[in-house]
């Protein structure tokens, strides 16, 4: 497992920092770990094939959090056999989702699922043999989740490929 820290910088990108983003890179599949403008640009400097993209964790939907996800999912959908993208986010993520895909031209192949997470406490919401990834509500007063992902027992997951990228 890779962790890439794409941005840290909340709401207004520096000329050294992007708006919020992160990815895991696991067996060739990449999770994102919400989706901020510029999180493209910063997977290409960080040497992340922005079609392995599977699945997208969207904390809540404020702009610095998934300004970037119209510009990656038409990549990922004009790609050459793009593959299904999981968009797992607070309730009333598939009418942010849908209002997002209406407000462009969307010409795309990209198969697009949507998830809307409402745990009441720490719940998993996704899980495999080798990781599972869970959502836990904020205490903003508004839908903010947090996410955690543990990996199983067994699953190899080195200090050394902990990468970082502001």
């Not at 999770?31 to 290409?44: A, K, P, V, Y």
């Not at 209002?99 to 009441?120: A, F, G, H, K, Y």
């Not at 996410?147 to 067994?154: H, I, S, V």
Request: hydrophobic share 40%; charged share 20%.
């Amino acid at each position: 497992m890779e962790f890439h820290i794409l941005g840290t910088s909340s709401m207004v990108p520096t000329k050294e920092r992007n708006v919020t983003g992160n990815a895991l890179v696991h067996k060739g599949e990449i999770i994102l770990f919400d989706c901020g403008e510029g999180t493209q640009r910063q997977m290409n400097i960080a040497g992340l094939n922005r079609t392995k993209v599977s699945k997208i964790l969207i904390s809540h939907w404020h702009g610095d959090h998934v300004a970037g996800l119209i510009g990656l999912l038409q990549t990922i959908g004009n790609s050459e056999n793009p593959a299904p993208v999981r968009i797992f986010g607070p309730v009333g993520s598939r009418q942010f989702m849908g209002n997002l895909m209406r407000s462009v031209v969307w010409d795309t192949r990209c198969e697009i699922e949507v998830e809307e997470l409402d745990p009441q406490g720490v719940e998993c919401f996704f899980e495999n043999r080798e990781y599972r990834i869970l959502a836990a509500p904020s205490t903003t007063g508004f839908p903010v989740w947090v996410f955690a992902l543990r990996r199983r027992a067994g699953s190899p997951c080195l200090p050394r490929n902990l990468m970082h990228l502001v």
